[in-house]
């Protein structure tokens, strides 16, 4: 069946409709552990936290709701009983729902303009902060000492993301949560949770052909050798400070003269620039007899007047030349569309990440933070999939516009379905000069 708005809730409904129900036969069973899955979903869907609150309203005044008709609630529960069901829920129950539907789009052609240096997809990884409070904790919430001694406990959550160079989409793929054992240290935790991330979902995506975009967290032995492993490549911006050893080998072989060098002059608008490469192909990654050789380029950005507008430089697992050292560079840099695209988004451009749901005493927070990106993948299939919604979209480019317009109207209007929804939204847009609209 054809990915749509309407097919897509459909598989959630599906999947939501399987989520473990941990009540015993004596508990309060009025409501489905799937209407209470649905309901948190509808409000990051529609970025409307009163969002229910509206349809409860509705329902009163009109005999109807959007909760119903939209997303297929049954009965619309309380803020306290969603939470109170959904906090047993772990969130890997929604991993192969994510899973899924980035597997359709692979598989339906609509990722083919995602595919970059040597055919590869770029998998760019980054770990964020959702939750961070001194008085709210949970078995999941990883802990840090302040200086004045208090202790703050944190959610972090490990990100992956298909990315691009000259795409304004990015792909959500299922997270991976740090765990209270991975340690205390920031780094150690990602670093563990990437691990965990990559064992359990680099054998799923091998076969599409992977390279591996990260920080200089991740430009470490272990880490590139299971990449590896899953038959895929690396990546990975490298910093001097952490790799001393990589470092004095350029260093040798520049003064030898083995280190290419590669100028070109390019134009920012009316301003010239002048992008200067350097690389050299296997160089150690560490000092170690067994230490992995990668390959090593560097990008510096300068202006007319010799003033540096940017520097950084990558280990990876491509062998680098004179052709293709531009292309690694962009695909290098698209590693920050996971801070732009993803999780700028999610946390400043109405998704609320970082907002408070519900903690819970369980699995609510990561749950919660699962299902908000699961609403951003679908944000961002439908554009591609959904003809009526992508019309929507091109009438009104700005988020913004395009979410306080669905708010209004799902608020105050009943619509039979989301062919209706986007029909009636399709016909009276909001006039606004066209412009390439936000990502979402």
């Not at 990260?214 to 990449?227: F, K």
């Not at 609320?352 to 749950?367: D, I, P, R, Y």
């Not at 619509?415 to 990502?439: A, S």
């Amino acid at each position: 069946m054809p990915l749509s708005a309407a097919t897509l809730i459909e598989r959630i409904r599906g999947v939501f409709s399987t989520l473990p129900d941990t009540r015993g036969h004596s508990n309060n069973l009025n409501y489905l552990i799937q209407d209470a899955a649905l309901s948190a979903f509808s409000v990051f869907f529609s970025q409307s936290p009163s969002f229910l609150d509206s349809q409860v309203r509705m329902q009163k005044q009109l005999g109807r709701n959007n909760a119903s008709s939209l997303f297929g609630v049954h009965q619309i529960p309380s803020d306290n009983q969603i939470r109170n069901l959904l906090d047993p829920v772990p969130p890997e129950t929604l991993f192969p729902l994510m899973a899924s539907i980035s597997d359709e789009l692979y598989s339906q052609g609509y990722l083919e303009a995602f595919r970059s240096i040597n055919n590869t997809f770029l998998i760019a990884l980054d770990g964020t902060d959702f939750f961070s409070s001194e008085k709210i904790s949970c078995p999941c919430c990883s802990q840090s000492k302040l200086k004045n001694g208090q202790t703050l406990y944190r959610h972090i959550a490990v990100t992956p993301t298909l990315v691009a160079p000259g795409q304004k989409n990015v792909i959500a793929l299922a997270p991976q949560f740090v765990l209270p054992q991975d340690g205390h240290d920031k780094q150690d935790c990602e670093r563990a949770a990437a691990d965990r991330w990559l064992e359990q979902w680099g054998a799923h995506y091998s076969s599409w052909g992977i390279t591996y975009l990260g920080d200089d967290l991740y430009c470490h032995q272990p880490y590139c050798q299971r990449v590896l492993s899953q038959h895929a490549h690396f990546l990975l911006t490298c910093k001097p400070d952490s790799h001393a050893t990589l470092y004095e080998w350029v260093a040798d072989l520049a003064r030898n003269g083995e280190v290419t060098r590669v100028v070109r002059p390019r134009r920012i608008g009316k301003k010239q620039v002048t992008d200067t490469y350097r690389f050299v192909n296997q160089v150690p990654l560490r000092n170690s007899d067994d230490a992995l050789m990668v390959n090593w380029f560097e990008l510096v950005t300068t202006a007319q007047d010799g003033t540096v507008l940017f520097n950084n430089a990558w280990a990876t697992s491509h062998r680098v030349t004179i052709e293709n050292v531009a292309s690694f560079a962009a695909a290098g840099r698209a590693r920050w569309k996971i801070e732009n695209e993803n999780n700028n988004t999610l946390k400043t451009k109405g998704y609320h990440f970082e907002h408070n749901f519900g903690h819970g005493k369980q699995c609510l927070a990561n749950l919660f933070a699962t299902m908000i990106l699961l609403a951003f993948l679908v944000h961002t299939t439908l554009e591609w999939v959904d003809a009526p919604y992508r019309a929507v979209r091109n009438a009104l480019p700005s988020r913004r516009t395009f979410f306080e317009h669905l708010r209004a109207l799902i608020h105050y209007l009943p619509f039979d379905d989301w062919n209706h929804l986007m029909r009636f939204m399709g016909k009276n847009p909001d006039p606004e000069p066209h412009k390439p609209h936000d990502t979402g």
